[in-house]
């Protein structure tokens, strides 16, 4: 049973930046792809940034491109979100996932498409 935890959140002001973790246990991520999520209070949960396995190939909402980087160390079975200048509108609760069938980081991240979930850490951007 794969399990992963998320940290690295907080608070940030605008401007700044952060980088967030997602430590799997239980099992290898080598072929999982991967995706973070996030989801802000009375709104649905939306993909930010996924990954695929092998080939590496991200996918990046609108909202976010240019500002977030996902990337991944399977020799240290962790996924990683570098947040750069970070909005108020980036406020959320973000989530980790994991998807165990054969899908593009795009699919995964427009369809929510997920096996696992990590219990979310919050990032608030307030001055």
């Known amino acids: 049973q794969l399990q992963l935890v998320e940290s690295g959140g907080g608070l940030v002001q605008p401007g700044g930046s952060l980088r967030l973790s997602c430590a799997a246990s239980?099992?290898?991520?080598?072929?999982?792809?991967l995706g973070w999520f996030r989801q802000a209070p009375g709104k649905e949960r939306e993909g930010v940034s996924c990954i695929g396995t092998s080939d590496g190939i991200t996918y990046t909402a609108d909202s976010v491109k240019g500002r977030f980087t996902i990337s991944r160390d399977n020799a240290k079975n962790t996924m990683f979100l570098q947040m750069n200048s970070v909005e108020p509108e980036d406020t959320s609760t973000y989530y980790c996932?994991?998807?165990?069938?054969?899908?593009?980081?795009?699919?995964?991240?427009?369809?929510?498409?997920?096996?696992?979930w990590g219990q979310g850490t919050q990032v608030t951007v307030s001055s």
């Open positions: 996932a994991a998807l165990s069938i054969s899908a593009s980081a795009q699919d995964m991240c427009a369809n929510r498409w997920h096996d696992y």
């Open positions: 239980g099992s290898t991520l080598d072929y999982y792809v």
